[in-house]
Structures are given as structure tokens and as C-alpha cells.
């Protein structure tokens, strides 16, 4: 029997990337998958990955009233993956309001949604695991030209260690996957926005990008994907509250 068979898990952003990775890695430990994202065909091909049921079902993660009506139509959540993001670039001085507006409603206020509507249903069943996607770039690194996306990402590991210490008598876990950088079609657009911006080729900007990886590499969202089910499942039943680096030594 796989370690997550019988459990729920619901995935946003799944549509690609990490998120994706995540919501195929979980269904392979056997869970029954709800794999969300803002665009439809995104999830396209989603379904059929993965050893356990995966349904697909476009959500706007903006969206407080279409997040509480998703989560209060299940019986059970076991696992709940909070994978939305997006990351700005620029300093503080370059950042505007809107920005700032868009930063935090995406990346953070959505996290403060999911599971104000999810922790009802764990403690109903004194069990569950939160896993919210934040980064290295945040309260734990200082990284330029990401004002915005660290900024929402700090308040991410805040909101992660607030809800595991309220709930950490009943069962339910919260955690945080802090990554660095990790191969992705957001990654990659960066690339190119760098190239672009200073006038290098696509190579020399994704060279830029490894040459701050210690290990030589940047990172895959499987090897992300591997970490989120290890949270997910029992292995990790005695930990919560914490910040998980995986960034290939970045942050050392």
C-alpha cells in the first residue's frame, strides 16, 4: 500500500511547474489528487499521471469565495499544497502599489484563504498536513531585485509557523518548502526577462542563474515534489512549523 492511499489532497497551481510535479508525485503515493489551476488547459493531461485519482478543476486562487466553496463541497482534506505564485522583479524603489497589491493577494492572501477554509475539515478530522510553497528568498535570504516576491514569501513562513503553533495540539501540521532556484517555465521566463534586460544571450543569463548554485545546478521540480510528499505523508508526523530549505546549498 502506497503511504498516502485513502487521503485527499488538494494542489493549486498544478497546472505546471512545481505544482504539477507535487500534485503527479502525491498521486503516485497513491492519494485521491485535486489538482487546480487559474487556466484549464494547463491541467490538461494531468488526470492520467500518478498511480491515484486525480480530478482537475480550474480555480482562481483570488478568489476567497470560489476557494471556500471548493473546499466546503469535500467530506475529507488530508493535504492541502499551496503552490501559487509569481515572481516580480525589482527593488524597492522600482516596486509600485499595484504590485504590491498583486504580490500579496497571489502569493500570500490566497495561502491565508486556503487554509482558513481547509482547517474546519482537519479539525473535524483532528488530522491533516498544510504545505505552503514559499522560498530561500524571503525572511531567509536576501536575494536583489526580488523586493516584492520576498516580501510575500516572508510572510508565507510567518503564517506557516503562526498556524502550526495554533494547531499543533490537534493533529494538524503546517510546514513551509523554501526552494531556491528550481527549473521551471516561470524560471525560464526569467531567463529570458534577463537576457533581455541586459542585453546577454539566453546562455549567458542561464549561466548567470546557475553560477550562484554551489552545487552547479539549479534545481528540478521533482526533487521539490519528492520533499512535499515526504510532508504530506506520516514520515513527517512529528514535524510542523518549519521552514524546509532545498535550494542546492545557496543559502549555506
Not at 93 to 114: I, Y
Not at 174 to 180: F, S, Y
Not at 247 to 252: E, L, S
Request: charged residues 20%; aromatic residues 6%; proline residues 2%.
Amino acid at each position: 500500500m502506497s503511504r498516502l492511499t485513502g487521503r485527499t489532497a488538494l494542489v493549486t497551481a498544478a497546472g505546471q511547474g512545481i505544482g504539477r510535479a507535487i500534485a503527479a508525485r502525491l498521486a503516485e503515493d497513491g492519494a485521491r489528487v485535486i489538482a487546480t489551476d487559474l487556466s484549464a488547459e494547463l491541467l490538461a493531461g494531468i488526470a492520467e499521471t500518478g498511480g491515484g485519482q486525480v480530478r482537475t478543476q480550474q480555480l482562481d486562487v483570488t478568489d476567497k469565495r470560489a476557494i471556500t466553496a471548493l473546499i466546503e463541497s469535500l467530506t475529507r482534506l488530508d493535504v492541502l499544497v499551496n503552490c501559487a505564485g509569481f515572481v516580480h522583479h525589482g527593488d524597492v524603489l522600482a516596486a509600485t502599489d499595484d504590485e504590491w497589491s498583486f504580490a500579496f493577494d497571489l502569493n500570500a492572501r490566497s495561502m491565508f484563504w486556503t487554509m482558513q477554509a481547509a482547517i474546519p475539515l482537519m479539525r473535524a478530522q483532528q488530522s491533516g498536513s498544510i504545505i505552503n510553497i514559499a522560498s530561500v528568498a524571503s525572511s531567509l535570504k536576501g536575494v536583489p531585485n526580488r523586493f516584492l516576491y520576498s516580501a510575500s514569501k516572508a510572510a508565507i513562513i510567518g503564517m506557516t509557523k503562526s498556524v502550526a503553533a495554533d494547531y499543533v495540539t490537534e493533529g494538524i501540521r503546517v510546514n513551509a518548502i523554501c526552494p531556491g532556484t528550481v527549473d521551471s517555465p516561470s524560471w525560464r521566463q526569467r531567463v529570458l526577462d534577463a537576457a533581455t534586460a541586459t542585453g546577454s544571450t539566453e546562455v549567458e543569463a542561464r549561466a548567470a542563474f546557475v553560477a550562484r548554485q554551489p552545487m552547479g545546478r539549479v534545481g528540478t521540480p521533482d526533487e521539490i515534489a519528492h520533499l512535499a510528499a515526504y510532508l504530506a505523508s506520516d514520515d513527517a508526523s512529528f514535524t510542523t512549523g518549519q521552514s524546509h530549505i532545498i535550494d542546492g546549498g545557496w543559502n549555506m
